[in-house]
């Protein structure tokens, strides 16, 4: 038997790299080997732990800790693997793979991502060898065009015309980078496919450079990400090694060299031209397009970006043919598309879907549905540029059109879900605080405009706001969308617009009557004790750490407004319900 | 293949060369689109937003400094879209723009001198120059010097630092410098216009505009009724504070214009408003406000009850009004302290001053406070008189109500209340009312008047109700003010009276101008110089007699005064880009305030001044010091919001790297950067 850990860098935050230490001994004696894969995607269930007899799934277990060690090394000597079925997957729960489709992901969380030959074995490199041994390049980027692959970075635009943009510039050096500065809060769906799949990325790289005729390639990873970079550089010395990577690939007279450069955490350099600067060791500043990297891009060459999800798709395109991925989505988003589902959601992970599914179905049919039990409010589909839609919009296809209609994008593929009890205000502040944040201070739109939006927003979810308020902001959003230099500030508003689109009345509620509905704005909360529920069991008043709370053993105690700080852990203690906020 | 495209811009056909971007093509046929961060030396850089068009068949505005042109395309650059754009850039940047177009000096001042450039020139040691600054504003600089209130100095933002410039004792001293050497700096006059005004008043008001209207070539004729012109300066104003030699030649300057001044002339007596309206193509009304205000007490009319203006004029005339031993003056004013050092030099023994407030609400100038003291008035604060009392029709005294300070009006000044029952009475042989002063409306009877009195005359333009009929001064609106003011409204009355004779209109438009908001902290860096005082006669001596008191700065004194000024306004205004283009889109500089961003005064590069509060991150010195000068010393550092343009390497002597070509300089589109 095999067992298979899964050790992406959010299964190893979950205990993986624990349970591999404590299975390592428990089975040591055993013929039972021990392997890691990389991330399956099921966040809610890591550490995941598979056991397989060659290459048959026996038994998927979950949520496993070192201390079921035993237990499985038990049942795995015993050959009677019903021993751990209190640690198996529920069918609820298998739910969440099965209504996937997996392209991008086909082979994550299933192969070894620190071993070529495990790749290999999986049908690697096939692609390549098939490009290599009879395409052209303007076949590949016709099978692209066929495909309908859009850039997967969150613009959507057509893939194989960037290749030909690039593929027709004039220049002798032509350059190809992968753009895996993955920023967006609450988006891992690149993380995961490196730390993963690395060689996915590289085969992908490897038949787009040979498209656009470029002999040298770059990956530029957030140097957040350092598993990725690991498990990418070891997946690029093994490539070497057997001849897929270099000089004379596969023995043909294509070269191309892969690089790792390692991006110093600068959100913008997720702009191509920012992260062109960046990669040639200048401050990470957006430049003005015209002209496009496609004609001057890195070091003024020729240059094609996409970002990770795109070029993992390319390999599966060309073994399968372009049509079968236009087979599937709709009619202006072909393919499938990797979303990293999170927030209050039942089960959060990486979900790969076919294009044309309605969000109520991944937030629902495969996420599960919202956590404790609460009312869904909105999802927030594309970071910090996207924006939110509102329940009612729950039916909307997931389509480039579709999505960028309600005001949202489809962005790189984070899709946070909020409930009930999330502040829209507050939602956009925080956006909005990680924009300005972020803001390279290059243009005046963006340096100033996203700062007077934060303050302005602060000032509303602290009590301050004033009639006008909203207008200023509606006018300041729409200069700063037609007037930034590059997409940050462009589309900085759009949590902001959307926000006030959807939920204007939440806006009103705190500037005109200075109440936050949703009850998280702290400065517009207030804390009171219930005199009926209260017991007098004093247990808040020793919790409070400013002293506000006052009354005597058995009597309803009293909290002194003037001095609470809205902390919420006397509620949090409350045993009787008897603390509510107003 | 063609070198040229064709193209429409703003509904011009355009032929451009290919490869041209938007901007410089429309540059090259007569259009300008605004840009901050563009040189045309320099690759675009796109950070100011401001070159942005509307292109036909374009969602999205185009940067004009970098997208070329093409053949059929069809740019609009003062679209809706486009000027939207601009407008919302250059609120952005005047939001978080800290710094002075102006000085607040200048400012302050009702007439707008620009005080900032005249006390550089005295710094310099450049008189005339100075007088000459000074006198397109003020006509009268050494007298206006002498006794203004000085708005100006309370503006100065050097009492951040210790205390204000002596921006008005430098202003006579400057006057001074020229006139003592026998020269007269004089305005040029234009061509005769064959058209003339007739100016009703030859006070502060009406000499000031017969100097600006002399200057446009108009004949130009002052009608006074006292002896002599001067006005209020002249019968107002003691000696002792103004000496009327030095009234007199700068009053023989204007005259030397060629103004037409004639005394002794009284309308509705002397001569009537309808005649000087037939006799002239326009008429200014600026005859002041010269009757005394009663304060409604019982025995006003007693014998020795003089009004404060009347005693003062009486004094000016040489008549030595009655005023017996002992005297008080009502009133806290400028006027009170005028009256009761007058007083003082009459030879009465006790002078006291009664006032319902205390020291800290009266209204005069506290040096005028503090030498009167000086000189042994008496303050009774928190007194009012009761009532006047009398035997035979004469004053014997008066009946004071003593007051205590009640809750803080409106303006913030705590109002006096009566404290029931309590009295004192004062044994005196005269009392003199400084309450205020009005206009008198005999003779203008056909001018619409305010409610209290006064001529209605436009705030903007200064037009009364009959057409090319103008009032100014005193004797309008809100009535009796500081010389200042009377000159500044003036020396708009007669801005639109030439227009008025021209038959033109002036249009309507306050410039946007950036103004900083400060705190002491932000002066700590300034090393204390306290301010020169003014050399005086002892009080022993000075209280008997009514030569000048203030003996004068030396040059010296004035030269190192000068020194003090901190030139808050900044060096830029009238170059400046930024400015030009927000006055140009009407922008509200405070719209979108917020936090500013951190800035600095950085001296480093010895070479030149930075100022980062003006810094707009256009990038040009960056590009500039690396492009053209081919140093790249400076560099962008920090992020975002704090993001500031700083030399990369912060260690480096830069001195020893800096090229000093002052390329850097040159391009800042703002004051950011001063040559030095």
């Known amino acids: 038997m095999r067992i298979v850990i899964g050790e992406g860098s959010c299964g190893i935050a979950a205990g993986a790299g624990k349970v591999h230490t404590a299975l390592t001994e428990a089975l040591r004696g055993t013929d039972a080997s021990i392997g890691i894969a990389g991330c399956i995607g099921m966040c809610f269930l890591e550490p995941v732990v598979d056991i397989y007899d060659g290459k048959t799934l026996l038994k998927r277990l979950v949520k496993v800790s070192a201390d079921d060690a035993g237990a499985i090394a038990k049942a795995v000597k015993n050959n009677d693997l019903s021993a751990v079925s209190y640690l198996e997957i529920s069918e609820e729960d298998s739910v969440f793979l099965k209504k996937q489709t997996r392209i991008a992901l086909r082979r994550c969380g299933l192969i070894d991502p620190e071993s070529i030959d495990s790749y290999l074995e999986d049908g690697g490199y096939n692609a390549l060898k098939k490009v290599l041994s009879g395409m052209s390049p303007e076949d590949v980027i016709e099978e692209i065009k066929t495909s309908g692959l859009a850039g997967r970075g969150g613009a959507g635009f057509p893939t194989w015309f960037k290749w030909n943009a690039a593929r027709k510039s004039e220049g002798e050096e032509k350059y190809l980078i992968c753009n895996a500065d993955e920023g967006d809060p609450g988006a891992f769906m690149d993380r995961a496919v490196i730390e993963s799949d690395p060689h996915a990325l590289i085969e992908g790289m490897l038949i787009a450079a040979y498209a656009i005729g470029a002999s040298k390639a770059f990956v530029y990873v957030r140097a957040e990400y350092p598993l990725a970079i690991i498990r990418l550089q070891k997946a690029i010395n093994e490539a070497t090694e057997r001849g897929l990577l270099g000089d004379s690939i596969l023995g043909t007279d294509f070269t191309c060299r892969l690089k790792i450069k390692a991006g110093a955490g600068a959100f913008v350099c997720g702009e191509e031209t920012a992260l062109i600067e960046s990669l040639e060791g200048k401050r990470g500043m957006p430049r003005l397009k015209p002209p496009f990297p496609a004609e001057k891009g890195y070091e003024n060459k020729p240059s094609n970006i996409n970002n990770v999800e795109t070029f993992a798709n390319v390999s599966w395109i060309i073994e399968n043919g372009g049509e079968a991925f236009s ?256 | 293949m063609s070198d040229t495209v064709k193209l429409i811009i703003d509904k011009k056909e355009i032929t451009a060369e290919k490869g041209d971007t938007i901007l410089l093509a429309a540059k090259k046929n007569g259009i300008e689109i605004p840009n901050l961060c563009y040189l045309k030396e320099m690759s675009p850089y796109g950070a100011c937003g401001m070159c942005v068009v509307e292109a036909e068949g374009s969602p999205k505005l185009l940067r004009a400094c970098s997208q070329k042109v093409s053949e059929g395309m069809v740019i609009n650059t003062m679209g809706e879209r486009a000027l ?131 200057q446009q070539g108009h004949a130009v004729t002052v009608y006074d009724k006292m002896p002599k012109m001067g006005g209020m300066l002249r019968y107002g104003i003691p000696e002792y504070r103004l000496p009327k030699k030095v009234l007199d030649t700068e009053i023989a300057e204007i005259e030397s214009l060629g103004v037409k001044m004639i005394n002794n002339c009284t309308i509705g007596k002397d001569i009537t408003f309808e005649e000087i309206k037939e006799k002239h193509d326009a008429v200014l009304v600026a005859n002041g406000a010269w009757k005394s205000s009663s304060i409604r007490c019982e025995g006003e009319s007693l014998e020795g009850v003089f009004g404060g203006i009347d005693f003062l004029r009486a004094a000016a005339l040489g008549e030595k009004p009655a005023i017996g031993r002992k005297t008080a003056i009502v009133g806290g004013g400028n006027t009170a302290m005028d009256a009761c050092r007058t007083a003082v030099r009459l030879g009465a023994e006790e002078v006291s001053i009664i006032y319902r407030r205390t020291r800290d609400e009266m209204p005069a100038e506290d040096i005028e406070i503090e030498e009167a003291m000086e000189e042994g008035v008496i303050f009774r ?238 990038g040009l010195c960056v590009r500039a010091c690396e492009d053209i000068a081919k140093q790249g010393i400076l560099g962008l550092v920090g992020r975002g919001f704090d993001t500031v343009i700083k030399p990369e390497f912060r260690n480096i002597d830069i001195k020893s790297i800096c090229a000093d070509c002052k390329k850097c300089a040159d391009v800042c589109p703002t004051g950011a950067l001063k040559i030095l």
Do not use: W
């Open chain 2, 84 to 214: 939207k754009a601009r407008k919302i850039a250059l609120e952005l940047i005047m939001g978080d723009h800290k710094g002075d177009c102006i000085g607040p000096c200048s400012l302050n001042c009702p007439a707008h001198t620009d005080c900032q450039k005249y006390v550089k020139e005295i710094a310099d040691g450049d008189y005339k120059s100075a007088v000459k600054t000074i006198k397109e504003v003020i006509s009268l600089p050494a007298s206006i010097g002498r006794v203004c209130p000085h708005p100006c100095e309370t503006a100065c933002r050097r009492q951040h630092v210790e205390e204000p410039v002596s921006i008005a004792y430098l202003k006579a001293f400057a006057a001074d410098e020229v006139l003592k050497n026998g020269e007269h700096i004089l305005p040029e006059v234009k061509a005769p216009s064959e058209k003339s005004v007739g100016i009703i008043g030859g006070g502060p008001a009406g000499l000031s505009a017969a100097f600006r209207l002399i």
């Open chain 1, 327 to 582: 087979a599937m989505g709709t009619e202006n988003s072909k393919g499938t598309k990797v979303f990293a589902l999170t927030g209050k959601i039942k089960r959060g992970g990486l979900v790969e879907i076919p294009m044309g599914l309605t969000l109520r179905e991944v937030i629902y049919d495969i996420g599960g549905g919202i956590r404790d039990n609460k009312e869904f409010k909105a999802v927030q589909l594309g970071g910090p540029s996207g924006g939110c839609i509102p329940k009612e919009l729950l039916d909307t296809v997931i389509d480039y059109k579709a999505l960028s209609a309600t005001g949202a994008i489809m962005g790189s593929g984070g899709m946070v879900v909020m409930d009930e009890g999330t502040c829209m205000v507050n939602m956009a502040r925080f956006f909005l605080d990680f924009t300005t944040k972020e803001s390279c201070g290059k243009c005046v739109h963006c340096r100033i405009g996203t700062k007077r939006m934060f303050e302005s927003l602060t000032r509303i979810t602290e009590g301050n706001g004033k009639e006008g308020d909203i207008e200023l902001l509606t006018e300041l959003c729409e200069g700063i969308r037609s007037g930034a230099l590059c997409g940050l500030g462009q589309t900085a508003p759009n949590p902001v617009l959307t926000t006030i689109k959807y939920f204007r009345n939440e806006y009103e509620a705190h500037i005109k009557e200075k109440k936050c509905p949703a009850g998280e704005c702290a400065a517009l909360r207030q804390f009171v004790i219930d005199p009926e529920k209260c017991k007098g069991c004093t247990l808040c008043s020793k919790k409070c750490p400013v002293g506000a709370i006052s009354g005597s053993v058995k009597e309803a105690h009293i909290i002194d407004t003037s001095k609470c700080i809205k902390c919420g852990q006397c509620k949090e203690v409350c045993r009787f319900g008897a603390v509510e906020i107003r």
């Open chain 2, 381 to 618: 604060f928190l007194t009012n008189p009761a009532e006047i009392l009398g035997c035979d029709g004469r004053v014997t005294g008066v009946k004071l109500q003593v007051m205590t300070l009640g809750e803080p009006d409106e303006r913030g000044r705590r109002s006096p209340v009566p404290v029931e029952g309590e009295f004192i009475t004062l044994e005196l042989d005269s009392i003199i009312i400084a309450a205020g002063q009005k206009n008198d409306p005999a003779g203008f009877e056909m001018l619409e008047t305010t409610k209290r009195g006064t001529i209605l005359a436009d705030e903007r333009t200064f037009a009364t109700s009959i057409p090319g009929v103008f009032a100014a001064g005193d004797t309008t609106n809100d009535g009796a003010s500081i010389a200042i003011k009377a000159i500044a409204e003036a020396n708009e009355a007669a801005k639109f009276i030439d227009a008025y004779l021209d038959g033109i209109e002036i249009p309507h438009k306050k410039p946007v101008i950036s103004e900083r908001e400060v705190t002491d902290d932000m002066f700590t860096e300034y090393e204390k110089h306290p301010r020169i005082k003014m050399p005086q006669r002892a009080p022993e001596d000075r209280r008997n007699d009514f030569t000048e008191i203030n003996l004068g700065f030396t040059e010296e004194n004035a030269r190192e005064e000068a020194t003090r000024c901190l030139s808050c306004g900044c060096h830029d205004y009238g170059h400046c880009k930024l400015i030009k283009y927000a006055d140009e889109y009407c922008t509200d500089c405070k719209k979108l305030k917020g936090e500013y961003h951190k800035s600095f005064k950085e001296e480093k590069l010895e070479v030149i001044l930075r100022d980062q509060g003006k810094c707009i991150l256009c």
